[in-house]
């Protein structure tokens, strides 16, 4: 789960500090082993992702 959230926020951190997205405009979250994608080999490449998700108001 550390290790998820780490890599939420260097994604979230390199949106802010290189391509100027406001900062309260993004979250991030990691979700550890809860939403694998394949859950036969969890150290599978597929389930170290980053996905972003644009809501609207």
């Known amino acids: ?3 998820s959230q780490q890599r939420a926020q260097a994604v ?4 802010v500090g290189q391509l100027r997205v406001a900062p ?3 979250v991030a979250l990691g ?3 809860t939403e694998q994608l394949n859950k ?3 150290a599978a490449a597929e389930n ?3 996905r ?4 609207t108001e």
């Open 1 to 3: 789960m550390q290790l």
């Open 12 to 15: 979230r951190e390199h949106l």
């Open 24 to 26: 309260a405009r993004l």
């Open 31 to 33: 979700k550890g082993d």
């Open 40 to 42: 036969e080999h969890p």
């Open 48 to 50: 170290r992702r980053v």
């Open 52 to 55: 972003i998700v644009t809501l």
